[in-house]
């Protein structure tokens, strides 16, 4: 059996199948407790260049602050918290944001997962049947 003919490289692919669906992706870095806010925002510039290279789109940034971690994490039990909501079609994004935060020295960790899909809203309720009207009342009429 002959399976060169199967080869293709994953771009060709990609363009076989067209554009990939857009997906909602959660990102969460934890930042050491004693890091600069210039150096938090040079790592937030970071996430933005990358998502904007890429063509995604921030949904969401929320600054958590400061918190207790579960667990000691590079020898700290705090951490600041940066939550990004980020929407791509691009799934290698999250590959390239976690390779370019894991060189910052700054990070200590970094969670990410796609984000639940929501559930579509049921149909409406078809509107309730009237119920037949009740026979009216039976009147005697008196014969003449």
């Given at each position: 059996?002959?399976?060169?003919?199967?080869?293709?490289?994953?771009?060709?692919?990609?363009?076989?199948?067209?554009?990939?669906?857009?997906?909602?992706?959660?990102?969460?870095?934890?930042?050491?407790?004693?890091?600069?806010?210039?150096?938090?925002?040079?790592?937030?510039?970071?996430?933005?260049?990358?998502?904007?290279?890429?063509?995604?789109?921030?949904?969401?940034?929320?600054?958590?602050?400061?918190?207790k971690l579960a667990y000691r994490?590079?020898?700290?039990?705090?951490?600041?918290y940066v939550y990004y909501q980020?929407?791509?079609?691009?799934?290698?994004?999250?590959?390239?944001?976690?390779?370019?935060?894991?060189?910052?020295?700054?990070?200590?960790?970094?969670?990410?997962?796609?984000?639940?899909?929501?559930?579509?809203?049921?149909?409406?309720?078809?509107a309730p049947v009237a119920a037949?009207?009740?026979?009216?009342?039976?009147?005697?009429?008196?014969?003449?």
């Amino acid at each position: 059996m002959d399976f060169r003919a199967c080869t293709h490289t994953s771009s060709e692919l990609k363009e076989k199948r067209g554009t990939m669906e857009e997906r909602l992706y959660d990102l969460i870095f934890i930042v050491r407790p004693a890091t600069p806010e210039e150096e938090i925002k040079k790592v937030e510039h970071t996430v933005e260049h990358a998502c904007t290279e890429k063509g995604a789109k921030i949904e969401k940034t929320e600054h958590w602050g400061t918190r207790k971690l579960a667990y000691r994490v590079a020898k700290h039990r705090e951490g600041i918290y940066v939550y990004y909501q980020i929407r791509t079609s691009h799934n290698d994004l999250i590959v390239e944001l976690e390779r370019r935060l894991r060189v910052q020295d700054s990070v200590m960790a970094i969670r990410d997962k796609r984000a639940a899909r929501r559930p579509k809203r049921p149909a409406p309720a078809p509107a309730p049947v009237a119920a037949a009207p009740a026979p009216a009342p039976a009147t005697e009429h008196a014969a003449s």
